[in-house]
C-alpha cells in the first residue's frame, strides 16, 4: 500500500507503544502481533510481518522511545479503591509472561524484566535502574538495591530466570553492536551499565514499562488493568502460599517495617492447616 502524500510504501509493522504504523527500525515494535489485537488509532497498516520472520529490523532503533496514545500514564501511582484486589495471582503472571512472546521487537526484555520483578519483589525504579553489575550468572545471584531505606540483599537466581537473562544480555548486546554502527562507532549516547535498555539506549523508564505493563494485560485478558506494583505484591503473597514466615518475607523484600509485610501471611489459609486436627 502507497500513502498518497508521500507516495511511499507504509511499512506493516505497528509500534507497540503508540499503536501507531511506523518505519521498521523506529521505537519499540510489536512486529508479528496479529492486526484485531493491536489498537491502531491511524490508519490501517498492511498485514503485519510473521512473529517467526529475523531480520535487521528486529532491532529498535535509539532515539524513539514513545507510549501508548491510548493509555493514561498518571504521574504518581493512584491508591487502590477499598476491597479491590492489589496483586496479581501466579495464574495472571504467567499469562502476563506469555503475552510477552507475542512481541519479536522488546518481548525478550520484557518478560525478562517481568519475571525478575515478581519473582524478586522489586519495585519498579528498583527494576529499571538495575545495572549489568548486580547480575552475577556464573555464580547465580542477583544484588537487589532497595529503595526507601529498605534491606539490600543478595538473592539466588533460578534456573528460569538465568535462561532469559542469558537470551536478554545476549540480545541486548546486539542492540548495542547496532547502534554503534548507526552512530559511526561511538555509541556516545547509549548507557553500557543499564541492564534493561529502552528504544533510546538509555534505562528503560518506569512510565514506559507501564504503558507496556497496560498493554500485555490486555493482551493476556487480564481482569485488572495491572501496574507494576502488583508484581511486587504477587511476590509477596506467592512467598505466604509456599509457608514462608512472616520474618523471611520482610527480609527478601526489604521492608523496613513488618506491617507492611504481615499484609501477606494475615489471611493465608495455611498458617491454619494445623488447628482442629
Request: charged share 25%.
Amino acid at each position: 500500500m502507497v500513502d498518497g502524500k508521500t507516495g511511499r510504501k507504509r511499512q506493516g509493522v505497528v509500534e507497540a507503544e503508540t499503536g501507531v504504523p511506523v518505519v521498521p527500525g523506529q521505537g519499540e515494535l510489536f512486529g508479528g502481533m496479529p492486526a484485531e489485537m493491536v489498537t491502531v488509532t491511524a490508519a490501517t497498516p498492511d498485514p503485519v510481518e510473521s512473529v517467526s520472520a529475523v531480520s535487521s529490523l528486529d532491532t529498535p532503533s535509539a532515539g524513539q522511545d514513545l507510549l501508548p496514545v491510548d493509555v493514561a500514564t498518571p504521574k504518581k501511582r493512584q491508591r487502590a479503591p477499598e476491597g479491590e484486589r492489589k496483586h496479581l495471582t501466579l495464574l495472571e503472571v504467567d499469562r502476563l509472561l506469555a503475552a510477552t512472546k507475542d512481541n519479536p521487537r522488546t518481548g525478550l526484555r520484557d518478560r525478562c524484566l517481568i519475571l525478575l520483578m515478581f519473582r524478586h519483589g522489586l519495585r519498579v525504579t528498583e527494576a529499571c535502574a538495575m545495572r549489568m553489575d548486580q547480575v552475577d550468572l556464573e555464580s547465580k545471584i542477583l544484588q537487589v538495591q532497595r529503595l526507601k531505606g529498605g534491606l539490600s540483599t543478595t538473592q539466588p537466581l533460578r534456573t528460569e530466570e538465568i535462561r532469559l537473562l542469558k537470551s536478554w544480555m545476549a540480545e541486548r548486546e546486539r542492540w548495542l553492536r547496532q547502534w554503534r554502527k548507526k552512530d559511526g562507532g561511538t555509541g556516545a549516547a547509549l548507557d553500557r551499565h543499564a541492564l534493561f535498555l529502552s528504544a533510546r539506549g538509555t534505562a528503560l523508564s518506569r512510565k514506559t514499562f507501564w504503558a507496556l505493563l497496560r498493554r500485555y494485560g490486555e493482551l493476556a485478558g487480564l481482569a485488572l488493568p495491572p501496574h507494576p506494583h502488583m508484581l511486587r505484591h504477587a511476590c509477596g503473597f506467592a512467598l505466604a502460599d509456599q509457608g514462608a514466615d512472616t520474618r523471611l518475607i520482610q527480609d527478601y523484600l526489604g521492608h523496613r517495617n513488618i506491617q507492611h509485610t504481615v499484609r501477606y501471611t494475615a489471611t493465608n489459609p495455611v498458617r491454619f492447616e494445623k488447628l482442629w486436627r
